[in-house]
């Protein structure tokens, strides 16, 4: 959904095709000394700052006198610095700019979990204007067949470089050429853990019991995605590949919290930022912690 081009696109062209090399500028908030119409009293300063996307006027965030501003051109740098060792998939603007993102597949980090069944690590980098998200780079593994990340390490400190909003924000990217580097070597330990699910096997009763696991379902509780989770797990994207197994649940979680397959523009831009930023991608990383424990218990 969205801009759709065959192949890859150099970095500015990609920023380029999604509106995404927008400026905001820090500007002064002031609040209304007499809430109530006419509001004759005057105005009053906040001892606050808004984030303000300059082409649309756009209130993307309530900061303090010290935040930094980053511009889009940083993460556009960002992704034109890695461009040796990834190559890019796609920019996403999310919120009406509040947070921008770039998506870009390691060059060398692909490989079957089973035959047919594909995992590539991917790079996401991503720049915030909303008063709360930094400017930095992560890194996911994303199951081809239904096209899910796979966020399984995105709290280690090998797994992401982050910068926030203060001090020379723009010159602080040498971490990021060194993170790729352990990426690689993450990857690889994550996949050999995958294999092991797919060996492993699930029936639907056990696999009912990790679903309440993950989302914590106590007894006598209702979960209401607990029919399209048994779905997934037995007809879901890619399920033919390893039926029946730690890996089809583990997926099947991943597939409905963060999967963009089949879906508009706007609802696959939701499920991103879920995916990546939010409760789907808690979810996900709770699932393979407790895949990781079953298999290696």
Not at 77 to 93: N, P, Q
Not at 254 to 276: D, I, M, W
Not at 286 to 293: E, I
């Amino acid at each position: 959904q969205g801009v759709v081009t065959p192949g890859t696109l150099p970095a500015r062209e990609a920023f380029e095709k999604a509106d995404a090399l927008f400026s905001v500028e820090k500007r002064e908030l002031f609040y209304l000394t007499d809430p109530v119409p006419p509001c004759t009293s005057g105005a009053r300063n906040s001892n606050a700052f808004g984030v303000v996307r300059t082409d649309t006027q756009a209130l993307l965030g309530v900061v303090t006198k010290q935040y930094e501003i980053v511009q889009n051109e940083s993460l556009l740098r960002m992704a034109e610095f890695i461009r040796d060792e990834a190559d890019m998939d796609c920019v996403i603007v999310l919120s009406d700019g509040a947070k921008v993102c770039f998506t870009a597949t390691l060059r060398g980090a692909q490989t079957d979990i089973v035959p047919g069944d594909t995992v590539k690590r991917r790079i996401v980098g991503y720049l915030g204007h909303d008063g709360k998200t930094g400017c930095g780079v992560m890194f996911t593994n994303v199951r081809v067949v239904c096209q899910n990340t796979l966020t399984a390490g995105h709290r280690d400190a090998s797994a992401k470089a982050c910068i926030t909003h203060k001090g020379a924000a723009n010159d602080n990217f040498d971490a990021l050429i060194k993170s790729i580097n352990v990426a690689r070597q993450d990857f690889v330990a994550e996949c050999d853990l995958m294999r092991e699910f797919s060996r492993t096997a699930m029936s639907m009763s056990a696999f009912n019991d990790y679903v309440d696991q993950v989302y914590e379902v106590k007894e006598g509780d209702i979960l209401r995605k607990r029919q399209k989770l048994e779905q997934a797990f037995r007809i879901g994207y890619g399920s033919e590949y390893a039926s029946f197994s730690l890996w089809n649940g583990f997926n099947a979680i991943t597939q409905l919290e963060t999967s963009t397959r089949n879906q508009t523009a706007a609802k696959s831009r939701a499920q991103f930022a879920r995916g990546t930023f939010g409760l789907g991608a808690q979810i996900s990383k709770k699932a393979f912690a407790l895949a990781s424990n079953l298999v290696t218990a």
